[in-house]
């Protein structure tokens, strides 16, 4: 057998970044950082050690996550040299979220965690506060939530973390997305396909998108399979995937920041070349560079307890010494590990916190705690958007004329790409012809970056340039789509009704981030996201069933009626008016299930308005109970039910003279829920004339 | 910078394997399947082009998907070689499920088909009469559905294929499982996460998972991102995920065919290389052998139409040529094709398949629509189960002692283990210590092929010969026991309740899957699926609102009631009760819900039986309506809900003198269910009699 080799680039870095001024301010920086994320855990009073450590400054109850604290913070302390020593605009995703200690402490460490969080000044008390809020009931949460400054990312349900950061580079030229991805999150499936998000950032016109795939070794108990991978087999796995990994290794520090702060130098530098070669060449797929770091779990965490290994193995991912309330060895063993970092340097007489920490602090309009990109509602403006008069269709007789329902809205996607070139995009797995939006192509080709072939042209929707972002994988999709929009975008995702099942998980967090977001003050309104559900389950007989399950409804319903609404346009134009209504709004997660094929119309343009408003109402053209109580009230929702209902009404009438048949139609299925459980619940008096009260 | 190499292993194949009477046999063999598969989508008559094709002999919906198929017979053409020349037992998982005629056609034409479905036999009537069962309403889907013959694999969401055929491979030595993977399949996350199943599969132990990713090209309307990888990244991606790929790559058949004979010797010649080491060797994970099948989607399709490329374009997804009824000129670009594959040689004179197409076809107990591994209720054995006896807990006065609601399962799991040491297996994403389950380890431990290292040995769980499947993909553990338990096995997997939504549409799929099974007469009774669901709601308080999610019982609720059942044992012995009964049952997914934490104990190992049995009845023990009817039923279902109605009775009558209070303990959800629409739910009878008539 012989040999095939695939050639990897590896930079040769230089060994010495650092000049020894530089290195300390970076040690410093890092070392007080790892002493506040240890101490938030433990502490609750005595909090810079000014005395000798007692069972009554432990908190009761001992939460959070250790693990990937110190390797967070490393990186963190990292980023904010570069950030400085290069101007950079930076949006940092953390993966690993239940490191919030590393994130948290340098942010408070550097004064921006009390500039969005008031009581936390850079004070001892506000460190005190700080210690108290963390992991506790309307405090800090122990992972990224949406109460952590400078985040649009929750590090709570793994896999997300570069599909994110993806989404928040599109259209954002100037931006570098850092994203820390833990080795344990590098295992599941939709962290695994989001890698070859590579191949769909644009050189110019999207930001440097730069994962830092983090390997401390450990998941809860188990080692985790990259870390453990021969580093010729991982070198190869991001080269398949589109990155060139440059690898940061060991645990003696000084020699660790040396290796980082040339990674990173190298990053910066490989990716201006590549915009450079861009801004002069021919558009392409290149490369992308990355940083591999590999650190001990735990790092410089206590080395041993009672007998067990700690630093380095899966005993520090959350609470490395468990009982220091209660066994004298392991309190002894906390404050020799907390003293190790020389607590009472880090303020100064004044009760400031030392101006040696500031030395390679960005200024505060590059912080990354306190960057706009991850509060994207203040950078948010609203759609320039087209008159929906200019893609309604017309309707005469209502139920007389055939249409299909998504096309008109495919027309007006195309003009919302033209109108919106920089803040909008459209995401579809690959199904946007088969939903019938072709039409959008006409303003927006697909997004592709790798080879074309002749037999390509003839779908003609190919483009380096194109916004239009199809992969067959819904969990990449729905993670740029979030990414996109936290940062202050719009957007739209059609996939079928059945398959939008595969990212019912995504979407249940998503809901739970804008519901916990919107109690937070300083987070301003971001887009809504807007799912466009078509292929639904009446008309997939012939691809069977598999392709159909409605029960994303089910699950939608079941999250915070403030920020979900499910819509049932019967036909094209109050599809229409239901997406323009969609992209209008803020802070929701919008389900419109509309089907795609050739149906009846029944509403002009302006009654589609009416009846959207509503949420559900009388057709009266379908009714004849106008000058008495109906006999019966036929009530229909969505495009097909509707259809079958109005051809009941007709049987009904026909089998029963003079019956008096009301049809009802909703549109907003909330619309129906008991008064003041939803708010666009219709009240009970309103209930009552539409559907009598018996 | 300098060029690092990663050098992966390429074989040197010969050239000319097949000799012309071989090549010749397996082309008549491939194209004859071609034509049945391409003329199932269209004709309804003149089965064999006896007489000039008439607009009247086309369906007149044509339904289908031409595009993979001509690969997927290429494949089982070529693995009916290597399974009759070297002797295998073979499942074959095809993933790219709608190109089910390219799987039914050679099942036809081998016969395997007739015997299984009696009225399609190797007759021109048999052969007419499957073209009008395909793409039928009650006749056979247009992808691999549970009628497929030989499959385990439902092709219509996309993502499984690898993770079914590594779990179908688990403890089957002796099994060749050729798993097909498309190239839109292959950008899915569950998909891209199930790779590194490699790294799971033990050499001796398990079988032999051989993976054809077939590039074809193209989706639905766009080119797939691993067919237009650099072949070099392509190859990196594959050795980074444990694979070790060759290539056959080509259109021109001969070529082709001998390309593919060559590289399944190497592959099967490299397993038993890899087994041999293993037997007498270190155990490890060596780079297992796969192919890369680059051929034309549509390949031997209609190379042009209407101006149009056909063939090697994303034009020949579904139907190539789609009017041949109304135009003249698609009547005769099909009726050229299909003429190019000489149908009228299918049969001999006596009117059955022409004895040439026999010379490759396996014997009958080797053919891939036949193995019993593919209709495993045949070869499943009920679990060597132990006596619950022997872990239940003592438990004296109702709700007044404490104990972990987990670990005595935790300990059934061990003997599970023990006593069924090829048949049972234990899946959890890393949380099995979390879960309290960690007493499973006394009898497997975790498998693991990697490195081991001395920072492990503290958790002492790893071994090559492990049984507990952790992995932190949630998508690849839910695969792998699907197939492990569709080949006649039984398993269960454990996760906490928040991420168990992750899956929630593999196991709504999983759901249908037996739904249908059910309805076909040939398929034997599988395993049901257990999910234990554990760190429920109640108890996540500290890991945030992402972490509580109690969303898929909702889920389990919308599918059939046959296949479905949710369970809330309130406590250890009920649960262990619980486990015992899903264990044994078939063809059902069952929900388990319990904490892990310490709780009250309230049924001894008797009574658990008998309230499991019931499924919900009253505890006398907590209610005071002893002789009179009560004034309130107080109803709980589940291990928190129950402590805190326990509490709110003792509340009740201690603030309402002589109150009568009733409670009800729920375990079995739909028990509660309107009778008859669940098989378990009780009648209006006993409803009343638990609950009253008011």
Same mark, same amino acid.
């Given at each position: 057998?012989?040999?095939?080799?695939?050639?990897?680039?590896?930079?040769?870095?230089?060994?010495?970044?650092?000049?020894?001024?530089?290195?300390?301010?970076?040690?410093?920086?890092?070392?007080?950082?790892?002493?506040?994320?240890?101490?938030?855990?433990?502490?609750?009073?005595?909090?810079?050690?000014?005395?000798?450590?007692?069972?009554?400054?432990?908190?009761?109850?001992?939460?959070?996550?250790?693990?990937?604290?110190?390797?967070?913070?490393?990186?963190?302390?990292?980023?904010?040299?570069?950030?400085?020593?290069?101007? #950079?605009?930076? +949006?940092?995703?953390? %993966?690993?979220?239940?490191?919030? !200690?590393?994130? *948290? /402490?340098?942010?408070?460490? @550097?004064?921006?965690?009390?500039?969005?969080?008031?009581?936390?000044?850079?004070?001892?008390?506000?460190?005190?506060?700080?210690?108290?809020?963390?992991?506790?009931?309307?405090?800090?949460?122990?992972?990224?939530?949406?109460?952590?400054?400078?985040?649009?990312?929750?590090?709570?349900?793994?896999?997300?973390?570069?599909?994110?950061?993806?989404?928040?580079?599109?259209?954002?030229?100037?931006?570098?997305?850092?994203?820390?991805?833990?080795?344990?999150?590098?295992?599941?499936?939709?962290?695994?396909?989001?890698?070859?998000?590579?191949?769909?950032?644009?050189?110019?016109?999207?930001?440097?998108? #730069?994962?830092? +795939?983090?390997?401390? %070794?450990?998941?809860?108990?188990? !080692?985790?399979? *990259? /870390?453990?991978?021969?580093? @010729?087999?991982?070198?190869?796995?991001?080269?398949?995937?589109?990155?060139?990994?440059?690898?940061?290794?060991?645990?003696?520090?000084?020699?660790?920041?040396?290796?980082?702060?040339?990674?990173?130098?190298?990053?910066?530098?490989?990716?201006?070349?590549?915009?450079?070669?861009?801004?002069?060449?021919?558009?392409?797929?290149?490369?992308?560079?990355?940083?591999?770091?590999?650190?001990?779990?735990?790092?410089?965490?206590?080395?041993?307890?009672?007998?067990?290994?700690?630093?380095?193995?899966?005993?520090?991912?959350?609470?490395?010494?468990?009982?220091?309330?209660?066994?004298?060895?392991?309190?002894?063993?906390?404050?020799?590990?907390?003293?190790?970092?020389?607590?009472?340097?880090?303020?100064?007489?004044?009760?400031?916190?030392?101006?040696?920490?500031?030395?390679?602090?960005?200024?505060?309009?590059?912080?990354?705690?306190?960057?706009?990109?991850?509060?994207?509602?203040?950078?948010?403006?609203?759609?320039?958007?087209?008159?929906?008069?200019?893609?309604?269709?017309?309707?005469?007789?209502?139920?007389?004329?055939?249409?299909?329902?998504?096309?008109?809205?495919?027309?007006?996607?195309?003009?919302?790409?033209?109108?919106?070139?920089?803040?909008?995009?459209?995401?579809?797995?690959?199904?946007?012809?088969?939903?019938?939006?072709?039409?959008?192509?006409?303003?927006?080709?697909?997004?592709?970056?790798?080879?074309?072939?002749?037999?390509?042209?003839?779908?003609?929707?190919?483009?380096?340039?194109?916004?239009?972002?199809?992969?067959?994988?819904?969990?990449?999709?729905?993670?740029?789509?979030?990414?996109?929009?936290?940062?202050?975008?719009?957007?739209?995702?059609?996939?079928?009704?059945?398959?939008?099942?595969?990212?019912?998980?995504?979407?249940?967090?998503?809901?739970?981030?804008?519901?916990?977001?919107?109690?937070?003050?300083?987070?301003?309104?971001?887009?809504?996201?807007?799912?466009?559900?078509?292929?639904?389950?009446?008309?997939?007989?012939?691809?069977?069933?598999?392709?159909?399950?409605?029960?994303?409804?089910?699950?939608?319903?079941?999250?915070?009626?403030?920020?979900?609404?499910?819509?049932?346009?019967?036909?094209?134009?109050?599809?229409?008016?239901?997406?323009?209504?969609?992209?209008?709004?803020?802070?929701?997660?919008?389900?419109?299930?509309?089907?795609?094929?050739?149906?009846?119309?029944?509403?002009?343009?302006?009654?589609?308005?009416?009846?959207?408003?509503?949420?559900?109402?009388?057709?009266?053209?379908?009714?004849?109970?106008?000058?008495?109580?109906?006999?019966?009230?036929?009530?229909?929702?969505?495009?097909?039910?509707?259809?079958?209902?109005?051809?009941?009404?007709?049987?009904?009438?026909?089998?029963?003279?003079?019956?008096?048949?009301?049809?009802?139609?909703?549109?907003?299925?909330?619309?129906?829920?008991?008064?003041?459980?939803?708010?666009?619940?219709?009240?009970?008096?309103?209930?009552?004339?539409?559907?009598?009260?018996?």
């Amino acid at each position: 057998m012989k040999m095939a080799t695939t050639t990897v680039p590896v930079p040769e870095l230089p060994v010495q970044v650092l000049r020894p001024e530089a290195l300390n301010s970076i040690d410093q920086f890092w070392r007080a950082s790892c002493y506040i994320a240890a101490a938030m855990i433990y502490l609750q009073d005595n909090a810079l050690l000014h005395e000798p450590l007692q069972p009554e400054h432990i908190k009761e109850r001992l939460l959070g996550h250790w693990g990937s604290s110190p390797g967070l913070a490393f990186i963190y302390t990292h980023l904010n040299r570069v950030i400085t020593e290069q101007s #950079l605009d930076t +949006l940092l995703v953390t %993966g690993p979220g239940h490191g919030a !200690p590393g994130i *948290l /402490a340098p942010m408070f460490l @550097e004064g921006s965690y009390g500039r969005v969080v008031s009581d936390c000044p850079t004070t001892p008390k506000g460190l005190l506060e700080l210690f108290r809020r963390f992991s506790f009931p309307g405090g800090i949460g122990s992972h990224c939530t949406p109460e952590m400054p400078g985040s649009i990312h929750e590090g709570g349900e793994l896999g997300y973390s570069l599909s994110h950061a993806v989404g928040a580079a599109f259209d954002n030229p100037n931006l570098l997305v850092a994203c820390v991805i833990g080795d344990g999150e590098a295992e599941t499936g939709p962290l695994a396909a989001s890698w070859q998000g590579s191949r769909f950032l644009h050189p110019t016109r999207d930001g440097f998108v #730069l994962p830092i +795939l983090h390997l401390n %070794g450990y998941k809860i108990s188990t !080692p985790t399979l *990259l /870390a453990r991978l021969p580093k @010729e087999e991982l070198r190869a796995l991001m080269f398949g995937n589109g990155w060139d990994a440059i690898f940061v290794e060991g645990s003696e520090p000084l020699d660790m920041h040396q290796q980082m702060a040339a990674a990173l130098d190298e990053c910066v530098r490989r990716h201006r070349d590549i915009r450079a070669a861009a801004s002069h060449g021919p558009i392409h797929h290149a490369s992308l560079p990355m940083i591999v770091l590999r650190s001990p779990k735990g790092w410089t965490g206590p080395a041993e307890l009672d007998g067990h290994r700690i630093e380095g193995s899966w005993r520090s991912h959350q609470v490395p010494i468990s009982n220091p309330r209660t066994n004298p060895v392991h309190l002894e063993a906390l404050e020799k590990w907390l003293r190790s970092y020389r607590p009472e340097e880090l303020f100064d007489t004044a009760g400031n916190i030392h101006e040696r920490y500031f030395r390679l602090v960005p200024p505060v309009s590059r912080r990354i705690a306190l960057s706009k990109h991850a509060n994207g509602g203040l950078l948010r403006q609203p759609l320039n958007s087209s008159k929906l008069e200019n893609f309604a269709i017309e309707v005469g007789q209502p139920g007389t004329s055939l249409a299909g329902n998504t096309t008109p809205f495919g027309e007006y996607l195309a003009a919302t790409l033209a109108n919106n070139p920089h803040t909008f995009r459209f995401f579809s797995p690959d199904e946007t012809l088969s939903n019938r939006l072709g039409a959008v192509f006409t303003s927006g080709k697909r997004m592709w970056l790798e080879s074309q072939l002749a037999s390509d042209l003839d779908a003609g929707e190919l483009s380096v340039d194109g916004r239009v972002m199809e992969l067959l994988s819904e969990h990449t999709l729905e993670g740029w789509l979030e990414g996109y929009l936290l940062t202050g975008r719009h957007g739209v995702f059609a996939t079928y009704e059945a398959f939008a099942n595969v990212v019912t998980s995504m979407i249940n967090q998503h809901c739970k981030w804008l519901e916990a977001s919107t109690e937070i003050p300083w987070r301003a309104d971001v887009s809504s996201l807007n799912l466009l559900i078509t292929s639904t389950v009446w008309r997939q007989d012939h691809n069977g069933f598999t392709h159909q399950d409605p029960g994303l409804v089910d699950v939608i319903a079941n999250k915070s009626p403030a920020v979900t609404r499910v819509l049932f346009p019967p036909d094209a134009n109050t599809l229409l008016v239901c997406m323009e209504e969609c992209l209008d709004s803020t802070n929701r997660v919008n389900l419109v299930v509309v089907d795609k094929q050739m149906h009846l119309q029944y509403t002009s343009l302006n009654e589609a308005r009416m009846l959207v408003e509503k949420g559900l109402d009388v057709w009266s053209w379908a009714s004849n109970d106008h000058d008495r109580m109906p006999d019966v009230v036929m009530a229909c929702c969505g495009d097909v039910a509707t259809k079958e209902t109005l051809a009941a009404t007709a049987l009904l009438r026909a089998a029963v003279s003079d019956i008096a048949v009301r049809v009802v139609n909703v549109i907003d299925l909330f619309g129906l829920a008991t008064y003041r459980e939803r708010p666009t619940a219709v009240s009970n008096f309103e209930f009552a004339s539409l559907f009598t009260e018996d």
